[in-house]
């Protein structure tokens, strides 16, 4: 089932270039914009699993880099990433937006529709089974949903996780088992994996 997760895995920056972007995005549009360019997709993808709503994550995406943009002086290197704080900031945004009037995540697959990638090399069955397990994520608790969107589908890291969700790392381990056991108990009951496996 991991391996599945792993496949929807999404690309990212060489740290080294992401440095440099971001120190001369300070004072050139030309840098954030190659920033943008590259981080966008990967937000507006994590924003779009999340709302299960196209305008609605054209709109989020839209807003957390707006705000990336006129905060971007505030930013500071810690241990981790300027994606991560990228991701924060998407986060931040979907927590108001989920707030404001009292909606709720409605997701199906057909919302997600064009999201699921066909892993390169992956055969028709894999691609089903991440369909299975796309649906089966979303029916779990929305802070589980979270937690392994941020670890297998946009591959942060742990202290990226951290930053992104304002968690220690006991506390994040101890939420990851947890949404990993219940994932895992929903694909023994769908046939999708054995139990305990």
Known sequence: MLGLLVLL???RMEPER???????????TEAFSELYEFYMPLIYRYLLRRTGKVEAAEDLTATTFEKALRHLERFQ???????????RIATNTLVDYYRKEGRRQESTLQDLEGV??????AGEEDVERVAVLMDLVG?????YQHILALKFYQDLSHDEMCEVLGLNKKTLTMKLYRSLKA????AAESGLMEEGA
């Open 9 to 11: 895995a999404i690309e």
């Open 139 to 143: 029916r779990l608790p929305q802070s």
């Open 183 to 186: 994932l895992r108990k929903l």
């Open 116 to 121: 699921l990638r066909s892993p390169v090399g």
């Open 77 to 87: 290197w810690r241990k981790v990433s300027f994606s991560a704080w990228l991701y």
């Open 18 to 28: 992401e440095r440099e972007l971001v120190e001369k995005a300070r004072s050139s």
